[in-house]
């Protein structure tokens, strides 16, 4: 099973714009690690000039917006996405390095995705520009209402000491298994409830039939005392 991490990237102290975000894709596109950069796939951009572009569509979101931030700015995002050894293949999970990217960015912010093989399992690192394709908006403003529910659940964890969620296979099963007892009392209920029902009409009956003797009752007393 593949295991993701998310990662806001910032420029840091002792650095420039432009050196933080060329030192992070010079990384993750090493030769050595990438099968001489085979496994490097650029989306919106030029995987090659990745960097210039990403800095590019930040100069031109400043000039649109007239918003600039501090050392605090996010200026890129970095994905680690790893699978077990034998899981999948380098083309493979490239592929699907590229899928996930364009599915979470919903296709509107250039990234890059490189596929290392030098570990003994497969691993991709995305990046992807902070700077939508338009040059208009931030990938956190786009995605606000996700983070702020992503940032919730995860201090409702904390708070809970749930520090691994179940996964989806337990969670099925556990569902299962909750609706099938829930078929088990329902049973249960229907049953109690026809039980009921034959016991009201019981007592119906019978109520029926001592109010009739009684009214016998009453006639003949009745009858007797004429007399």
């Not at 950069?37 to 031109?60: H, N, P, V, W």
């Not at 049973?187 to 009684?214: H, I, P």
């Amino acid at each position: 099973m593949a295991t993701t991490r998310i990662m806001p990237l910032h420029i840091g102290k002792g650095r420039i714009e432009s050196r933080a975000i060329s030192d992070i894709i010079d990384y993750v596109a090493n030769p050595q690690k990438t099968d001489n950069r085979r496994l490097i796939t650029g989306y919106g951009c030029d995987s090659r000039t990745a960097d210039a572009e990403f800095l590019l569509e930040k100069r031109q979101y400043i000039s649109a917006t007239g918003r600039v931030r501090g050392a605090d700015d996010v200026i890129a995002y970095h994905v680690r996405q790893s699978f077990c050894p034998g899981e999948i293949t380098p083309e493979e999970a490239n592929r699907l390095g590229v899928e996930f990217a364009k599915s979470f960015t919903k296709g509107n912010h250039a990234f890059v995705v490189c596929t290392h093989i030098d570990k003994s399992h497969i691993h991709n690192h995305i990046i992807w520009s902070a700077v939508n394709a338009d040059c208009d908006r931030k990938f956190r403003e786009e995605h606000e209402e996700e983070i702020l529910l992503h940032q919730a659940a995860k201090n409702a964890f904390d708070e809970m000491g749930v520090k691994k969620l179940p996964k989806v296979k337990d969670l099925q099963a556990e569902y299962a298994k909750l609706l099938e007892e829930k078929k088990k009392t329902y049973a249960e209920y229907r049953r109690s409830r026809e039980e009921m029902r034959e016991l009201l009409t019981a007592k119906a009956n019978v109520d029926r039939v001592l109010k009739m003797e009684v009214e016998q009752d009453v006639e003949k007393e009745k009858d007797h005392g004429q007399r």
